[in-house]
T-cell receptor, first 114, second 112 residues
Framework: DQQVKQNSPSLSVQEGRISILNCDYTNSMFDYFLWYKKYPAEGPTFLISISSIKDKNEDGRFTVFLNKSAKHLSLHIVPSQPGDSAVYFCAASAANQAGTALIFGKGTTLSVSS | DAGVIQSPRHEVTEMGQEVTLRCKPISGHNSLFWYRQTMMRGLELLIYFNNNVPIDDSGMPEDRFSAKMPNASFSTLKIQPSEPRDSAVYFC??????????FGEGSRLTVL
């Protein structure tokens, strides 16, 4: 069973509009969540994270929202740019410690058209 | 500074052959992870090490898969014998304590 689920394999958005990528998790022990971005032929790179003690974290155009009761998080990109076109992975861990691993979802491919 | 270095970048082999993927983590990082990316399963954790010791290998698909980390600067993922369903991109990643997880560029494996 997937502990981290990204139910939308793809998302298409026009430049300048908002992109909303969603992620659900099942393990109530998860308390640290991250989003990674991946371009073709490259490894994933860290984008933004949020701890379970918060419900929102913002970094420039990127904002992550966490709803612990619903076990749901989302990544908002405003405004979307063509360079944001990539695969976005949601990831979670039970504790942000060296002895634990990040569990990733299947990813959502975002396409931003100009 | 050099990032996580993986080799080979591409490997094409025939079913039944042994495949060895290599990873050099970022210097000073004490945790190393092997992930596999496929369309069906996304980024799947195979095994991870902390201070060169395997912590969790429950993600390793079968006994055909094995991983070692003989020292802090080198790890291998071996598949013997390889099968077509092992075709995927294999990523190595490293981190230090609670820091960000850094990924290599991946090794694309094709088993014919």
């Amino acid at each position: 069973d997937q502990q981290v689920k990204q139910n939308s394999p793809s998302l298409s958005v026009q430049e300048g509009r908002i992109s909303i990528l969603n992620c659900d998790y099942t393990n109530s022990m998860f308390d640290y969540f991250l989003w990674y971005k991946k371009y073709p032929a490259e490894g994933p790179t860290f984008l933004i994270s949020i701890s379970s003690i918060k419900d929102k974290n913002e970094d420039g155009r990127f904002t992550v929202f966490l709803n612990k009761s619903a076990k749901h998080l989302s990544l908002h990109i405003v405004p979307s740019q063509p360079g944001d076109s990539a695969v976005y992975f949601c990831a979670a861990s039970a504790a942000n410690q060296a002895g634990t691993a990040l569990i990733f979802g299947k990813g959502t491919t975002l396409s931003v058209s100009s | 500074d050099a990032g996580v270095i993986q080799s080979p970048r591409h490997e094409v082999t025939e079913m039944g052959q042994e495949v060895t993927l290599r990873c050099k983590p970022i210097s000073g990082h004490n945790s190393l992870f092997w992930y596999r990316q496929t369309m069906m399963r996304g980024l799947e954790l195979l095994i991870y090490f902390n201070n060169n010791v395997p912590i969790d290998d429950s993600g390793m698909p079968e006994d055909r898969f094995s991983a070692k980390m003989p020292n802090a600067s080198f790890s291998t993922l071996k598949i013997q014998p390889s099968e077509p369903r092992d075709s995927a991109v294999y990523f190595c990643a490293s981190r230090v304590n609670t820091g960000e997880l850094f990924f290599g560029e991946g090794s694309r494996l094709t088993v014919l």
